[in-house]
């Protein structure tokens, strides 16, 4: 409510005293203190369906889950790495089962990830503590269906990740229907994504690690 003051957000790293009740804060700072975290967004997208729908996400998340929204490409997120605690995917397939353009890097280095947990299963998940979130777009004619979406998850989950809510499957099948399953797929994240933003992010050196690590 505009005007009252609001407790300090579990992600709020201020000092409680900051936050005595009946004093109230101008709305520069409210907007610091909720705003604090950063979630990442990434899409992998041919011909726009994943792009769309991610950045449909971006413009509703800091409303839905007071966060700030970091969006980017898959293939220029790995050029500069920088993993956020909470990261949300919006990607197709393409080809065979393949990646769309702008993240065919990302699918190898996923494909990588793959095969390194696969002949080291002792090794230290790289990404333990990123929560991810995926939405992925297809078309069941394909027998590849949802390959490149369903490896993604499969590679960063083996690196530590851990999966939040439902995997999203639309299907571009019928196109009409996959608009609407996109909107479902948003409409049912957000309550356990917040759930995950109730905890403390990861702090910045442990990111940091991930990001030297991705490679
Ligand atoms: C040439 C071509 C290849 C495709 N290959 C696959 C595939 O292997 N598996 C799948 O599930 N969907 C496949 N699709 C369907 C797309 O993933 C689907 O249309 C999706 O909604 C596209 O999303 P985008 O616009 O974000 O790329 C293919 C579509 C085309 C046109």
Redesign the pocket.
Known sequence: MPGLAKPPSKRDNRPLSHFQPGTSMTEEETTMAEKEEEILVLFG???????DAARAFAKEAPQRLNVKVKIVEMDDFLESPSWRTVVVIFV???????A?MGAQAFRKFCDRVITDYTDNQDKDGFLKGIYIAMCG???SK?Q????NPKTIVKALTMAGAELVGDVGA?D?ENRMK?QEEIRQWIETIWDPLSKVLADAPLAEDRLQEMNMNTK
Do not use: L
């Open positions: 997208s041919q011909r726009g369906t994943s792009e197709s397939s393409f080809g065979t089962g393949g769309p777009q297809g078309d394909y590849t269906y949802q390959e639309t571009a996959q």
